[in-house]
C-alpha cells in the first residue's frame, strides 16, 4: 500500500498522560497537513509542513500539541498532558504539486479517547 | 474568509434512484472546490475536484459535480444511488494561501443512507 499511513490506528489514554501520533505520508510527497476531526464535525486544519519546515499552524494547536517532521519524511503529532476535550480523530494528509495538481491525500486517522 | 454550507445532514435515498447532496460555498478568490467520501472508521477519499477548468466535474464511482458561479453552488450527484454509497460526505473549499498551503476548508457533512 503506498497511501498515507497513520500509526496507532485507536488511543486510549488517562487524562493528563502525553500521547504520540506517527504520519508516513506517500512516497516524495513534500507537503504534509495535520486534521482533526471530532465527532458529527468536518475536519479542522492543524498544522502544515513544506519538506521539514513548519510553515502554517492554526489556532486550534494549543502548546500543549507539537508536530515534528525532521528528515521532510514522516511527521509525529504530540499531545502532551492530554485533556477529554483531545479526544478526536487526527487525520494525516500529505501532496505534492507534481501528482495530480497537488491534491490531498488523507490517511485513515488515529482515533483518540481520553478518560 | 472561505466556507462551505452543506445544506443537508441527512439524506435518505432508496437503491436506484438519483443521489442529490447540496453544497453552497463562500470564497474571496477563484475557489478550488471538492468532495471528499468519508465511510465508517475509514479515512477520507477524494471523489471529485473543481480547479476553474470545465464546470461539471466527473468524479469516481459514477459521481459527478457542478460549479455554478452564479449561484455559488457545487452540488454532488449521482444517477442511480448503490448501497456502498452509503457514507459521510464532505464539501470541501481551498483558497492557496502562505507559502503554497492549499488550506481545505470542510462543510459539516451530509450523511448518506441507502434504503434497499
Known amino acids: 500500500d503506498t497511501g498515507v499511513s497513520q500509526d496507532p490506528r485507536h488511543k486510549i489514554t488517562k487524562r493528563g498522560q502525553n500521547v504520540t501520533f506517527r504520519c508516513d505520508p506517500i512516497s516524495e510527497h513534500n507537503r504534509l497537513y495535520w486534521y482533526r476531526q471530532t465527532l458529527g464535525q468536518g475536519p479542522e486544519f492543524l ?3 513544506q519538506n521539514e519546515a513548519q510553515l502554517e499552524k492554526s489556532r486550534l ?3 500543549r500539541f507539537s508536530a515534528e517532521r525532521p528528515k521532510g519524511s514522516f511527521s509525529t503529532l504530540e ?3 492530554t ?3 483531545d479526544s ?3 487525520l494525516c494528509a500529505s501532496s505534492s504539486p507534481s501528482d495530480s495538481g497537488n491534491t490531498i491525500y488523507f490517511g485513515e486517522g488515529s482515533w483518540l479517547t481520553v478518560v | 474568509a472561505q ?3 452543506q445544506l443537508d445532514s ?3 435515498v432508496s437503491e436506484g434512484t438519483p443521489v442529490l447532496l447540496r453544497c453552497n460555498y463562500s470564497s474571496s478568490y477563484s475557489p478550488s472546490l471538492f468532495w471528499y467520501v468519508q465511510h465508517p472508521n475509514k479515512g477520507l477519499q477524494l471523489l471529485l475536484k ?3 477548468a470545465a464546470t461539471l466535474v466527473k468524479g469516481i464511482n459514477g459521481f459527478e459535480a457542478e460549479f455554478k458561479k452564479s449561484e455559488t453552488s457545487f452540488h454532488l450527484t449521482k444517477p442511480s444511488a448503490h448501497m456502498s454509497d452509503a457514507a459521510e460526505y464532505f464539501c470541501v473549499v481551498s483558497d492557496l494561501v502562505n507559502f503554497g498551503n492549499e488550506k481545505l476548508t470542510f462543510g459539516t457533512g451530509t450523511r448518506l443512507t441507502i434504503i434497499p
Do not use: N, P
Open chain 1, 47 to 49: 498544522t502544515y509542513f
Open chain 1, 61 to 63: 494547536l494549543s502548546d
Open chain 1, 79 to 81: 499531545i502532551q498532558r
Open chain 1, 83 to 85: 485533556e477529554q476535550g
Open chain 1, 88 to 90: 478526536a480523530m487526527y
Open chain 2, 3 to 5: 466556507s462551505v454550507t
Open chain 2, 10 to 12: 441527512h439524506v435518505s
Open chain 2, 50 to 52: 473543481y480547479t476553474s
